[in-house]
């Protein structure tokens, strides 16, 4: 009998405490180095986004939505795991060619293999899980996405690639990271513009999937480099030009993929039971791409808003309110917690996360509180802190800075002179949570941080809202 009470007991701790019925599905549109003001929901006077601009006024956009870094590597570990990345040594981009011999190099890179992604926490709760698109948490094969918890894996492994197929002789002169993947192991290009494709092999595997619950990560390229823009949308806005006329172009693409994907779940009956989430992996470098970040300072690889506030849509009818903002800071790592809490799981069971379950905070039942008190931010000596509205930027060059948010989001004026007991007390508060951090795994060349200081000089102040 106690033998059987045990039994029973565990059982009960792995069966998830909602029917498959019950179980709403999840999907996460995820762009690649946008520009926070590069969408009409955001007020974009040019670029044109009709199908996100929707699903914001079918949900709510949270407008102090943060990376966890300012680059993409980093801030999808810390998307995947729900941590901070830097407690498990993912703290700078996996560059081959560029990284320091003092860490790992090559295909060493990745996400450490014990570590847990969202992807294992929904197959645990029952959900069918895929991704589609980039992965960049490592090359090699031990760090595959079908090996860290998604069922199905159409895409690359790499950070970045062409748009359309390569032709073998492209290939041969490229790592595999570079090429397209089909499950594991199967390498052939695709057909197509890859933003459409993308979004063809999505709709495949909802409709596959249309009785059970599923998760779909959609990991566009889009809009990151190279500038392939699809050529049907060679006459689109005639008012812009050079790089600026080409990111519109493949933010319509990416635009089309979203609404693709979004109707393709209406048509079946799904949206209803389909918790949606549209964001980007880190700011937009306005330096690569002429993205737009109105209204704040910095781009991407800088700790300024500009590189870490990125946009962001919740939809859920029913649950999450229509066509409303939330105004208090969340951040990426929060996803995993609040899907793993939607599927029926008790977060009580995600040992070690720093993320929470925002549904509570979006909804009536702690609207007032804020989810987070505090934020982090690091990378090598560069370190940064939100506590409340004060933000601290500790840099290796130049006394830290301190801006008030609510009053300057711009970070324009710089209160650390008047404020020495408040920026004593960050700094202290920021390094107790670097006592905390591993070690980096891997590291970039020392000289590359010159670049980023060069970055946070050249767009130290706000952009305009288009140009």
């Known amino acids: 009998m106690r033998f059987l009470l045990l039994l029973m007991i565990a059982f009960a701790m792995f069966v998830p405490r909602t029917s498959a019925s019950e179980m709403p599905n999840i999907v996460l549109l995820y762009a690649d180095d946008a520009g926070y003001a590069d969408f009409g929901f955001n007020g974009s006077p040019h670029f044109r986004t009709p199908h996100l601009d929707q699903l914001a006024s079918e949900g709510t956009r949270l407008t102090q939505f943060y990376m966890s870094a300012s680059v993409c590597g980093p801030s999808r570990a810390g998307l995947l795991t729900g941590k901070y990345q830097q407690r498990f040594g993912f703290e700078e981009n996996n560059v081959p060619g560029l990284m320091s011999p003092a860490g790992a190099v090559g295909e060493d890179m990745g996400l450490p293999l014990n570590e847990h992604t969202i992807g294992d926490h929904m197959q645990r709760l029952g959900y069918k899980t895929a991704i589609f698109g980039k992965w960049h948490m490592g090359y090699a094969d031990r760090f595959h996405p079908t090996k860290r918890g998604f069922d199905e894996f159409y895409g690359f492994r790499g950070g970045a690639r062409s748009y359309f197929a390569y032709s073998d002789s492209q290939k041969q002169k490229l790592t595999r990271g570079h090429w397209m993947e089909d499950g594991f192991g199967k390498f ?176 009536n039942k702690n609207k007032s509180d804020r989810p987070h008190t505090t934020l982090y931010w690091k990378k090598e000596i560069r370190g940064t802190i939100r506590h409340m509205d004060w933000k601290l930027l500790r840099y290796p060059d130049r006394p830290a800075e301190l801006y008030d948010l609510s009053e300057d989001p711009g970070e324009q004026i710089n209160l650390a002179g008047e404020h020495p007991e408040l920026v004593a007390e960050l700094y202290k508060k920021l390094f107790a949570w670097e006592l905390r951090l591993d070690r980096p795994i891997f590291q970039l060349r020392r000289q590359e941080e010159v670049l980023w200081t060069d970055l946070h000089d050249t767009f130290s102040k706000p952009q305009v809202k288009d140009f």
């Not at 079946?268 to 970040?293: H, K, M, W």
């Not at 793993?340 to 549904?359: N, P, R, S, W």
């Open 188 to 363: 052939e290009e695709h057909q197509g513009y890859l933003t459409d494709v993308l979004a063809d092999k999505t709709c495949e595997f909802i409709r596959r999937n249309s009785e059970k619950p599923f998760f779909a990560f959609v990991s566009f390229n889009a809009v990151h480099g190279p500038m392939h823009p699809d050529p049907k949308d060679a006459d689109e806005f005639p008012a812009l030009d050079g790089k600026r006329r080409k990111l519109a172009q493949m933010a319509l693409s990416m635009d089309r993929a979203c609404g693709k994907i979004i109707n393709e779940l209406k048509q079946l009956g799904l949206y209803e039971n389909t918790l949606i989430i549209f964001t980007n992996d880190n700011g937009g470098p306005t330096f690569a791409n002429s993205s737009s970040n109105y209204p704040f300072s910095g781009t991407k690889a800088t700790h300024r808003e500009g590189g870490i506030r990125v946009p962001c849509i919740m939809t859920w009818p029913g649950k999450i309110p229509k066509n409303t903002v939330y105004e208090y800071p969340a951040i990426a790592l929060d996803l995993l917690p609040t899907f793993y809490a939607v599927g029926g799981g008790d977060i009580q069971d995600l040992d070690g996360i720093d993320g929470v379950d925002l549904l509570p905070f979006m909804i």
